[in-house]
């Protein structure tokens, strides 16, 4: 590859990179060392880690971040696992990635027609004799609404792990008289792990900073980061504080990526 060539790669990755990752973090650090009067502090952070209310939201952030994850990912192994098994899985695939294609903001109202209290689960729940239930504005449904979402995010890297496994390592394993339980636990899970570890990020990280969903279906009952962000930044104007819970979220995701990274890649270099 020549000098020129290689320049040609590099600009516009490097202005993207620039414009669209760089500059913001940068700009929500330097913003989160002003105060309400733009004056120069460390006010913001300090403030933060001696109060209460917002180390119970990073609790409840990271509470709530981890069972989406856990849930969605109990849910996408053996959903990936029987999609890699099937004749047209290509076919099933593309139905698992469809309800990407809908906006997070259609889906909810969609949520919130369905756990209403004249809603179809609610209609469910009087036939069968249970009677309706407040579902909506819950914790659970939040949890719920929120692993659904997920769910397709978790599936793909699980789903392309499976695909890159080697079927000579499995056909090796049952040959050596291994049955299909041992074999998926020895072989096939631990082969697949990069793609779980992929699955964790693109599910844990986002789900730390979600504040549509807990207001559209938690009702504000669901207190997260994403949620005081929101506030800080729409209602009282605090910029500063805003952007200081913004690089506490930053700093969480890059210790979650860090545990989640694949280093035995590294390892075996």
Request: aromatic share 16%; net charge positive; hydrophobic share 50%.
């Amino acid at each position: 590859m020549t000098k020129r060539n290689f320049w040609g790669y590099f600009v516009p990755y490097g202005l993207w990179l620039g414009l669209f990752v760089i500059a913001p973090v940068a700009l929500i650090v330097y913003q989160s060392f002003f105060n309400l009067d733009h004056q120069l502090t460390l006010t913001n952070y300090a403030d933060y880690f001696r109060s209460g209310v917002y180390l119970k939201m990073t609790l409840n952030s990271v509470w709530y971040a981890f069972l989406i994850t856990l849930f969605t990912g109990l849910i996408s192994y053996p959903t990936a696992y029987v999609l890699h098994q099937l004749k047209h899985r290509q076919l099933w695939l593309l139905l698992v990635i469809l309800p990407t294609w809908i906006n997070i903001l259609l889906k909810a109202y969609a949520f919130i027609g369905i756990f209403s209290q004249d809603g179809l689960a609610n209609t469910f729940l009087r036939f069968i004799g249970l009677g309706p239930h407040q579902l909506l504005f819950t914790n659970a449904s939040f949890i719920f609404v929120a692993t659904y979402i997920q769910i397709p995010f978790m599936i793909l890297p699980i789903y392309n792990a499976l695909d890159d496994l080697n079927p000579a390592f499995i056909n090796a394993s049952q040959d050596l008289g291994a049955t299909h339980w041992q074999t998926f636990r020895h072989v096939i899970f631990p082969l697949t792990l990069p793609g779980v570890k992929a699955g964790i990020q693109a599910v844990f990280i986002p789900s730390l900073s979600l504040f549509m969903l807990t207001r559209l279906i938690g009702g504000n009952k669901v207190i997260t980061l994403g949620t005081a962000i929101e506030e800080h930044f729409l209602t009282t104007m605090n910029w500063g504080m805003g952007s200081t819970i913004g690089v506490v979220l930053i700093v969480a995701m890059i210790i979650v990526m860090q545990l989640t990274n694949d280093h035995t890649k590294g390892a075996a270099k």
